[in-house]
């Protein structure tokens, strides 16, 4: 039986590249209980913040990144309190090309959340990934370290690609798969 950390070592052999954009899809392997968060916001203010979240991604999907950012930043001014609007503005801003911009607002998500729940774990993640394309890899690393605490499969696969035993060992051994896949017909 495969471990996690095999699944990962085995899914970041195979598919070197698969990893990133996969965030929306990182399952929650953490074994307590989410945080809620929002219970904290008047109902009112919370559902029209959530609506305008909602609209902004909608705009980010349709390409219109400045209407997203926009949108993102009244559900800030709504609720500032609240690291979800960060976490998506911060997506949205480094799809406009702000580094910096993405930057400071991964760093408010991960302050407003503590580091917890599924908004800290996709602040880590988000920061981490910006972190480590910068070439920040020892920050990068620890984003992704307490990432794969709160459960992100995503990050654990980061860590693994970060370790250069591991990297090495990824590459030897995907070669080798690939000989045995095509063999070399000239030896026969």
Do not use: W
Request: net charge negative; proline share 5%.
């Amino acid at each position: 039986m495969c471990t996690p950390n095999d699944t990962a070592v085995l899914h970041a052999i195979f598919n070197p590249s698969a990893p990133f954009g996969d965030i929306c899809g990182d399952k929650d392997n953490n074994t307590q209980q989410e945080p809620d968060v929002d219970s904290r916001f008047p109902a009112d203010l919370l559902e029209e913040a959530q609506n305008l979240e909602l609209s902004g991604v909608r705009a980010a999907e349709s390409g219109d990144v400045k209407a997203a950012v926009q949108k993102f930043t009244e559900a800030i001014t709504l609720l500032p309190e609240r690291p979800s609007a960060y976490n998506n503005r911060a997506q949205a801003l480094r799809l406009a090309g702000d580094v910096t911009g993405a930057l400071q607002d991964l760093d408010r998500a991960v302050e407003l959340s503590k580091g917890m729940g599924i908004s800290g774990r996709q602040a880590l993640v988000q920061r981490g990934l910006i972190l480590r394309l910068k070439g920040n890899d020892d920050a990068a690393r620890e984003d992704f370290q307490r990432a794969a605490q709160l459960g992100s499969d995503f990050a654990r696969q980061q860590l693994v690609a970060l370790n250069p035993y591991a990297a090495l060992c990824n590459r030897m051994l995907r070669d080798m798969v690939q000989k045995l896949q095509e063999p070399d017909l000239q030896e026969c």
